[in-house]
């Protein structure tokens, strides 16, 4: 199974970015799919998950300002950022497992390549 991550970008504070996380040839459905991020010398964090189900999930830090969703359409989960802050800047990466989600990434069995995000203040 492969995942690709795009959609990331260099933003001023306050902007907006979308995601997007692809599953080659498959749909995601009975799958759950997190968002992570990691930033230089930290560790890989959750920001977002969608159940197979369809219910979502939200770090604290991001509740409020980013959306996570899913098109069966185009086998595609969006995360769409908004409000965005230099503390976001990470390198951003979409995983699946199936049916629920979890926090923690060592749950998640398939990973994308990442796209970085660059928030400037």
């Known amino acids: 199974v492969q995942l690709q991550a795009s959609g990331g970008g260099l933003v001023q504070a306050g902007g907006s970015l979308r995601l997007s996380c692809v599953r080659s040839?498959?749909?995601?459905?009975?799958?759950?799919v997190g968002w992570f991020r990691q930033a230089p010398g930290k560790d890989r964090e959750f920001v977002s998950a969608?159940?197979?189900?369809?219910?979502?999930d939200y770090a604290g830090s991001v509740e409020g300002r980013f959306t996570i969703s899913r098109d069966d359409r185009d086998n595609t989960v969006s995360l769409q950022m908004t409000s965005l802050k230099p503390e976001d800047t990470a390198v951003y990466y979409c995983?699946?497992?199936?049916?629920?989600?979890?926090?923690?990434?060592?749950?998640?069995?398939?990973w994308g390549q990442g796209t970085q995000v660059t928030v400037s203040s």
């Open positions: 040839g498959r749909t995601f459905s009975n799958h759950a």
């Open positions: 969608l159940n197979w189900s369809g219910v979502q």
């Open positions: 995983a699946t497992r199936l049916y629920r989600s979890s926090r923690n990434p060592g749950d998640y069995v398939s």
